[in-house]
């Protein structure tokens, strides 16, 4: 052991992030119950997670019936469940508009899926650089921190990451200006998260894509939290006419279940070799069950044409508050107050309501269940009309 460190009394759970000032026991639908028995309006849905709510009956009983027939087997066996939670994922990524995307690689994380977009990048064009945007967010595994543009949580790494060129987001000019020539792929969420909920414009997208194709550079959508019908579609991946090579998917794809995905065009799938790619949990039964009944609820429940119209709703309910903007679009959405959001973010929790802050300090983040009741929108908005500034 180095000799600065001491040995000292630590708790036996390695601290995180600064936790709620209460447990959490219980969740059903959009909320999540205390050990006193208060309710909470989640809002931040455990960090854009819970796409169907929490513990959605329908998501519950599937992940029950898959425990009791099997498990786990690992990628030694077909499991014709993995089979079907790849076709159900290419099936629903392809529902509302094509999005090239043809064959998946099951992983446990959004972080394992960048790290495998970026390497699968690097592998078939030979190039070591990577190109991402400035405040952008893909994860704390070695490539995925490549990118990263955090630099609290790169520090002291520095010499284990790879080349990365940081582009501003929505810069025409500097996209024109940039030589993609040597860079293996450009990684991007469509809207960024994490820095505030910044989305790229659609011309902007469009643009990226010609420029990284001309340059036989591939170009990587992280959906981590895009994904999965919160923005009102499938993915972003095929929208404005722009289809990446590789998607990357997690948080709330299985409901909760840890589980990443990296969906590959299908030119890029056809040049992965087998062996290439590979995970020992990554698409175990459980994981797929909870995928198959999640998009099972997406579609059945109508969720991603709830989230267009629950947006509407939040960004009418908002005007005349100290909201100045909502970000964003259906349900990633950033709540823009001037002067600063986290007085705002203690009201609302002293209110009962959940939300997330942001690396913006004037953004608070909204990532709620996709099936968020009325009740859940018009207690967001009762309590956000009664904040008064200077609180
Ligand atoms: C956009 C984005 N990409 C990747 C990740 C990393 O996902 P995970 O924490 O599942 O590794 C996150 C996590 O917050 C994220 O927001």
Redesign the pocket.
């Known amino acids: 052991m180095p000799t600065h460190l001491q040995s000292a009394t630590v708790p036996a759970l390695q601290p995180t992030y600064a936790p709620y000032p209460f447990p959490i026991l219980r969740g059903e639908g959009d909320r999540v119950f205390d050990d006193q028995g208060n309710t909470y309006f989640d809002f931040y849905g455990g960090?854009?997670v819970c796409s169907t709510g929490h513990s959605h009956p329908k998501v519950a009983a599937a992940i029950a019936r898959q425990a009791k027939e099997l498990i786990f087997y690992s990628t030694a066996a077909d499991l014709p469940i993995r089979t079907q939670a790849a076709e159900g994922l290419i099936q629903f990524a392809n529902s509302d508009q094509p999005s090239g995307l043809a064959s998946v690689f099951f992983c446990n994380?959004?972080?394992?899926a960048?790290e495998n977009a970026l390497k699968v990048a690097a592998k078939l064009t030979g190039r070591t650089r990577f190109a991402a945007f400035q405040g952008g967010?893909?994860?704390?595994t070695t490539l995925?921190l490549s990118v990263t543009d955090d630099p609290k949580i790169t520090v002291g790494l520095e010499s284990f990451l790879a080349p990365c060129d940081r582009l501003p987001l929505n810069d025409l000019a500097a996209l024109e200006a940039f030589d993609f020539s040597g860079t293996a792929a450009v990684i991007l969420?469509p809207v960024q998260?994490?820095s505030g909920i910044r989305p790229a414009a659609p011309e902007f997208l469009r643009a990226l894509r010609a420029r990284t194709q001309a340059a036989g550079c591939m170009l990587i959508f992280?959906e981590?939290?895009t994904g999965v019908g919160r923005l009102g579609h499938p993915y972003v991946a095929g929208l404005h006419g722009v289809q990446p090579d590789l998607v990357t998917s997690?948080?709330g794809i299985a409901s909760g279940v840890p589980m990443?995905a990296l969906l590959l065009s299908g030119a890029v799938a056809a040049a992965v070799k087998s062996g290439d790619l590979g995970s020992t949990f990554g698409g175990g039964p459980l994981a797929c069950a909870a995928l198959l009944a999640t998009l099972q609820v997406i579609l059945e429940e109508g969720l991603m044409s709830k989230a267009l119209i629950l947006e509407d709703m939040i960004r009418q309910g908002l005007k005349g508050t100290c909201v100045a903007e909502v970000l964003g679009t259906g349900l990633l959405l950033g709540l823009k107050v001037p002067g600063g959001a986290a007085k705002l973010k203690a009201h609302l929790m002293k209110q009962r309501i959940l939300v997330g802050g942001s690396g913006d300090p004037e953004v608070l983040r909204l990532m709620p269940p996709l099936n968020l009741s009325l009740v859940a929108v018009s207690a967001l908005l009762d309590a956000v009309h009664s904040f008064k500034q200077g609180n």
């Open positions: 960090h854009c994380s959004g972080a394992e960048n967010w893909h994860g704390r995925a969420e998260s994490m992280d981590v939290q997690a948080k990443g």
